[in-house]
């Protein structure tokens, strides 16, 4: 069975860094793009960054351009977001998806994985 496990979530002062990791399984993900989404209480899940299965092609939502860097290994199957100068409004739990497409550039995936808290203090 297909699974998306993320680690790296946490608590972190303004101005902080994180790093997250997704570890995918179950399945050959060759031709799939995958992504980050967040999701803050009371708002829609959002895509935040995507990357395409050759990591020539990548979409970052404006809110994170500069601050957010995405990649991936496919050969350990894993996916990292490398965010840096993390603001409050960051704050989400964050989602990582697959989806067999160049790259996701909307909410939309095949698969998800059960998310993980960012916390991000003033």
């Known amino acids: 069975q297909v699974q998306l496990v993320e680690s790296g979530g946490g608590l972190v002062q303004a101005g902080g860094s994180l790093r997250l990791s997704c570890a995918a399984s179950?399945?050959?993900?060759?031709?799939?793009?995958m992504g980050w989404f967040r999701q803050a209480p009371g708002k829609e899940r959002e895509l935040v960054v995507s990357?395409?299965?050759?990591?020539?092609?990548?979409y970052y939502a404006d809110s994170v351009k500069g601050r957010f860097t995405v990649s991936r290994n496919n050969a350990n199957n894993t996916v990292s977001l490398q965010m840096n100068s993390l603001k409050p409004e960051d704050t989400a739990v964050y989602y990582c998806?697959?989806?067999?497409?160049?790259?996701?550039?909307?909410?939309?995936?095949?698969?998800w994985g059960q998310g993980t808290q960012v916390t991000v203090s003033s």
């Open positions: 998806a697959a989806r067999r497409v160049v790259v996701m550039t909307s909410a939309a995936a095949d698969y």
């Open positions: 990357i395409s299965w050759s990591g020539d092609y990548t």
């Open positions: 179950g399945r050959t993900f060759s031709g799939y793009a």
